[in-house]
């Protein structure tokens, strides 16, 4: 076989070519060239990025079990209609403020006044929102979060809700659709560094049971490329009127799921039940730690004279 046959049928240009090729890999300088975990480690010590940012959520019990809200965290809040899980963002809005963290928020399902009424009985917090919003537009979503993030730093998103970026009605392949959308929404949490809480509506619950993540609209592809999903839910005949915010999913600390913490309706926003009194779902219950109270200070008070 000859090298003219070789040359016509093209063998020798593809070896040429692989070589060429393989020497520009072997010489690659770029950005994203691979290089060792030790290199990687000097790397991000010398860009001071070692340390994964993470935000307070503000409350304490809940904190105790999901730790902080990391960059790069998907967070997904669901529970039944009126559970309280827009409360549950705004109240963590006010919290995040206090502390200094930047909020960008996206809430379609109210008008202007309506959600600026949730913080009537506070101090209105520090955040960012667009003037208008523009549903089933993610293109024009994520321009606005990158504005945000250039003109005010923000770290934290919050989308009132899923189904307001993504339109089902034109969607062929509605559960397809929803994880390519979230799957965009990850990866523009870990590139800028951000918490994005996102809202997922449930389906139509049959009985007062808990949700869990089969009760989520679409599920398999929300959960799947969720960080952390929170329920909500009001717990029924409770003392207070006590809802629950319920772990279901958290990719970092797998044996809190099915844990909780427990608030109380402040106005139009929930409040965390204190440490020593969650658990306390029932009146029996609350006179139970007062009598207990009552005798600690019995004790004190005798051990005093």
């Not at 070589?19 to 290089?35: C, P, T």
């Not at 730790?67 to 809040?77: F, Q, R, Y």
């Not at 809005?93 to 930047?102: A, D, F, I």
């Not at 844990?259 to 139970?288: C, P, W």
């Amino acid at each position: 076989m000859g090298e003219s046959y070789l040359e016509e049928t093209g063998l020798i240009k593809s070896l040429k070519e692989t070589i060429e090729d393989e020497k520009k890999l072997a010489e690659y300088k770029g950005e994203d060239r691979v290089i060792s975990s030790e290199e990687m480690q000097e790397e991000l010590k010398r860009k001071g990025s070692l340390v994964v940012n993470g935000y307070d959520c503000g409350f304490p019990y809940l904190a105790s079990k999901i730790g902080k809200l990391e960059a790069g965290n998907l967070i997904t809040v669901t529970g039944f209609s009126g559970q309280g899980k827009t409360s549950i963002l705004t109240a963590m809005t006010v919290k995040l403020s206090e502390k200094g963290t930047p909020v960008l928020w996206f809430s379609y399902e109210n008008t202007a006044a309506q959600f600026f009424r949730k913080f009537d009985n506070v101090n209105l917090p520090l955040f960012y929102l667009p003037m208008s919003n523009k549903p089933y537009d993610l293109n024009w979503f994520v321009e606005r979060v990158k504005e945000a993030i250039l003109k005010y730093e923000v770290k934290v998103i919050m989308i009132d809700h899923l189904h307001y970026i993504l339109d089902l009605f034109q969607s062929r392949n509605a559960s397809l659709d929803i994880g390519n959308l979230l799957r965009n929404l990850k990866i523009l949490a870990v590139e800028n560094e951000l918490v994005i809480f996102l809202v997922a509506h449930t389906k139509q619950p049959k009985d007062f049971s808990e949700p869990d993540m089969g009760s989520i609209r679409d599920s398999s592809f929300i959960v799947q490329e969720s960080d952390k999903v929170l329920a909500v839910h009001r717990i029924k005949g409770s003392v207070e009127g006590r809802s629950k915010v319920i772990i279901l999913k958290d990719r970092d600390h797998g044996n809190v799921m099915g844990q909780f913490s427990e608030f109380i309706l402040k106005g139009d926003l929930l409040e965390e039940v204190a440490t020593h009194k969650q658990g306390e779902t029932s009146a029996a219950a609350v006179a139970s730690r007062k009598e207990g109270e009552r005798i600690q200070d019995l004790k004190l008070t005798e051990n005093l004279k």
